[in-house]
């Protein structure tokens, strides 16, 4: 077991990922093909504007074949910083990677310095490293992405385009037009839409719904939205989600079960107005006025004590659409993205 130990090509990147983008991955990647064994050190401060934990669930998530540690602890970021600058980092180096270091990788030259003190060969991996590719590759940083993230979009990995990517979702009660209308933006938007689990859920098993029935539909909804974050261009819109099925759940038991207002809520919520011409296509359940008229304060009322960001939306069919697209546009604008331009 010693001779076959000695014989393991062990490998060091070091970084702050924040937050990995396709240099990162590529880099990573092309390592980890040239070692048996791969440590990832992510190197993180407390006042970092994207928090430690989240980067390092990312890297897991990212690279699930590596060893990931994480340096939480401040550290100085600069030999100017501290006389025993090297001291400190070797002992950090080896906390972490306590075995022989064969190579040590990185996209910049700080990787020779590092190497130097650690007794790994330097491997100058990444088009970076050689000032190539500046319009690609070559030219991403973190600064930048954080700068505006949507305008890298194609060269962030899953975990960070779900960070990135806002969520709009429609709201509201039975025939209001909310699939039309998601289905509407999502194409306007050059992107996917989420859409609701409930309807196949009471097609396929009925309206008859208990809190068993109520929950699952919940969690589904609230599954498919996190499973479809990743695939959606920059923004993406939903049909419903877990709060509307919380509406319903008072409407049908009486109360709102806990598990159906605890997830992550959209960036924006479109609530529509009850003022549309009702179609009832079989699965209708509450058909009154005044039936009507009280889901829609119960489903407003769960946007309201929920704390979300709604705005409320009525008219004709393309009143909605042009005052759903207003509401987007601006909230684009607020948390200081934009759109790609048209080609």
Request: proline share 6%; aromatic share 8%; hydrophobic share 40%.
């Amino acid at each position: 077991m010693a001779a076959e130990s000695e014989g393991v090509k062990r490998g060091l990147i070091l970084g702050k990922f924040m937050p990995p983008h396709a240099g990162h991955v590529t880099l990573i990647q092309s390592a980890r093909a040239l070692v048996d064994e791969l440590t990832i050190l992510l190197c993180s401060l407390p006042d970092d504007p994207i928090p430690g934990e989240t980067r390092l669930e990312w890297m897991k998530e990212l690279f699930p074949d590596c060893r990931i540690r994480w340096q939480s602890r401040p550290v100085p970021q600069d030999p100017s910083a501290s006389p025993d600058f090297w001291d400190i980092w070797e002992r950090v180096i080896t906390k972490h990677h306590p075995e022989r270091i064969d190579f040590v990788f990185a996209g910049e030259a700080y990787g020779a310095d590092i190497a130097a003190h650690t007794g790994g060969m330097f491997v100058p991996l990444g088009a970076r490293v050689l000032n190539a590719d500046q319009g690609g590759l070559g030219g991403l940083s973190g600064s930048a992405i954080r700068a505006a993230p949507w305008e890298h979009w194609d060269y962030l990995p899953s975990p960070v385009r779900s960070h990135y990517g806002l969520t709009v979702c429609l709201h509201g009660i039975e025939s209001v037009g909310k699939s039309t209308l998601a289905e509407r933006l999502a194409e306007h938007y050059s992107t996917i839409c989420v859409p609701e689990y409930g309807r196949a859920h009471c097609e396929t098993h009925g309206t008859d719904c208990r809190e068993d029935d109520l929950l699952l539909i919940g969690e589904a909804q609230q599954a498919m939205i996190e499973a479809a974050r990743p695939w959606a261009n920059r923004l993406l819109v939903t049909d419903t989600d877990a709060l509307m099925t919380a509406a319903w759940s008072q409407m049908m038991i009486g109360y709102m079960p806990d598990q159906l207002i605890c997830h992550r809520k959209a960036d924006l919520y479109l609530m529509l107005a009850p003022d549309a011409p009702f179609v009832d296509d079989g699965t209708r359940v509450y058909k009154s006025k005044e039936q009507r008229d009280r889901f829609h304060r119960i489903a407003r009322d769960s946007l309201t004590l929920s704390r979300t960001n709604f705005i409320e939306i009525s008219g004709s069919w393309e009143q909605r659409f042009e005052s759903a697209v207003a509401a987007i546009d601006a909230l684009i604008r607020q948390n200081g993205l934009k759109l790609p331009e048209a080609a």
